[in-house]
């Protein structure tokens, strides 16, 4: 809740006037107790799990034409019924998170020392915040993941993630219980270590569930940001992971491929694609072949 009577008080507290966002958000939050805006974040979630992967999941049902060919494993289509048993079964837990969110709240403030009131922060803060938070999740979610996927861990737990071979956007959240909460301190580390807004907060949960739900799209567009940001992944990156299944040792990292590349833990996947590119390469020159053939074969005989 924000200590101040009116914007000209918040104003002249902060000895400048509102921004048009600062003003915004006093009107939104002035008489807002702080642990509803804390309870905001799984909203947030909830509504960005529920809509971003909806287009593709529709297109693949009902246009198949239209995005089967940037598909990463063709063969494999997913049923309608699948889709929607994921989405209920990972849905289920925001709920939950929001009666967490309330009880644990007093404890939250004092461990996240959330910034909730004025002035908002600047974009070159919120950016270095967001770079520090990518990286340092990043390093403790790699090594989660590679501890998931011992025999212990992955009998136990991360085998209900792996139940899509050829990942949806969905399957993102789908997961055991336990690896929810173990993939959810990670995230929560950055902030931890460097205070941020709750507005900053919000961001950064937002752009990492739609990265997620990007990686487990199944789907590798001409577009896609792993062609520009270096040591991105990306969709290709991850569903490499998940085409391997439990006996996969490559491809942990979540978001950035440092990792991965540091500790030698991307050999399979570098193996993947250099096979696969020999077998395009293959396949290319048989058309050749073909095409040269049948030029000859059709040709006017003297």
């Known amino acids: 809740m924000i200590p101040y009577a009116s914007a000209a008080e918040a104003e002249a507290a902060l000895g400048r006037a509102l921004t048009w966002a600062e003003a915004a958000w006093y009107q939104y939050s002035a008489a807002m107790p702080d642990s509803w805006l804390h ?4 909203f ?3 509504v960005i799990y529920t809509i971003t992967p909806l287009p593709l999941v529709v297109l693949e049902q009902f246009a198949p034409s239209v995005v089967l060919p940037y598909k990463l494993q063709p063969r494999v289509r997913l049923p309608l019924v699948a889709s929607l048993r994921c989405y209920m079964e990972a849905a289920c837990f925001f709920p939950l998170a929001v009666g967490f969110q309330l009880v644990s709240y007093p404890a939250a403030v004092k461990i ?3 910034r909730m009131g004025l002035p908002l922060p600047s974009v070159r803060e919120a950016v270095a915040q967001l770079v520090v938070y990518s990286l340092l999740e990043d390093y403790l979610s790699y090594w989660i993941h590679r501890l ?9 737990i991360h085998r209900v993630h792996h139940e899509f071979t050829a990942p949806t956007g969905f ?3 789908y997961s055991h219980w336990a690896e929810n ?8 580390s950055g902030p931890v270590i460097v205070p941020c807004h709750i507005t900053t907060q919000w961001l950064w949960f937002s752009i990492r569930l739609i990265e997620g739900i990007n990686t487990h799209s199944g789907y590798h567009f001409p577009f896609s940001p792993s062609k520009l940001i270096p040591f991105y992944g990306g ?15 490559s491809n942990f990292a979540p978001l950035f491929t440092y990792c991965d590349y540091i500790y030698r833990t991307d050999k399979g996947y570098r193996y993947h694609k ?5 077998l395009k390469s293959l396949e290319e020159n048989n058309v050749e072949k073909k095409g040269g053939i049948t030029a000859f074969d059709t040709g006017k005989k003297d």
């Open 274 to 278: 250099l096979k696969q590119a020999k």
């Open 181 to 188: 909460l173990l993939l959810s301190l990670p995230a929560l």
């Open 148 to 156: 998931l996927h011992t025999q212990w861990g992955y009998e136990k």
């Open 112 to 114: 996240l020392r959330t």
């Open 39 to 42: 309870c905001h974040t799984t």
């Open 171 to 173: 399957a993102m959240s």
């Open 44 to 46: 947030i979630l909830f």
């Open 235 to 249: 969709a290709a990156y991850h569903d490499y992971h998940h085409y391997a299944g439990g006996r996969s040792q």
